[in-house]
């Protein structure tokens, strides 16, 4: 049962990004100058980092492929992000900006992919954030990492929503 209420929750996020309304085209995000995270890129791995009342940790994650999973972000410099499941042939485009807090020569090694939506406001309040959706992310040559915390939604004592991108 915990399972299903896991993959659940994995297939919320998924659809509320994806049937999200853009934001204001007047209140344009301005993305850190980090010109490495713009393009299109490919979802291949999510899941939950867990941590079970009794402290076990559990890491549920899972390749997307051969479950069907097709998704894929396409960032632009503008501070567009269409969100394309390519099974289900559906688009939606929604806002982001990004701010940096550390950085080297190959990525970002700390810092926030804000989303920018009326849906996104409502599932950042969902999992206890204020404001618009905001993700943990880190990236390296042709990869990106997404975690935010859903614990809030969870039975667990502690649950962190992963997502790993490569660039296509």
Known sequence: MK????????????FVNMGAG??????DPQPDNFPGIVGKWKLTKTGYYI?????????????TEPR???IVYEFFSDGRL????????????????LKVNKSDANGILGGQLIQIGSEQKKLA??????????????TASNFIALTVDVTK???YKEMTLMQNFKKI
């Open 51 to 63: 941590t079970k009342s009794d402290g076990t940790k559990v890491n549920d994650t899972f390749d």
């Open 3 to 14: 399972k299903l209420l896991i993959y659940g929750i994995l297939l919320v996020v998924f």
């Open 125 to 138: 309040e969902s999992i206890g954030q204020a404001g618009d959706l905001t993700f943990q992310i880190s």
């Open 22 to 27: 853009c934001g204001s085209q007047t209140n």
């Open 153 to 155: 939604i969870s039975t």
């Open 82 to 97: 269409v969100v394309t499941d390519l099974q289900k042939n559906t688009t939606a485009e929604i806002r982001w900006t």
């Open 68 to 70: 069907g999973i097709n």
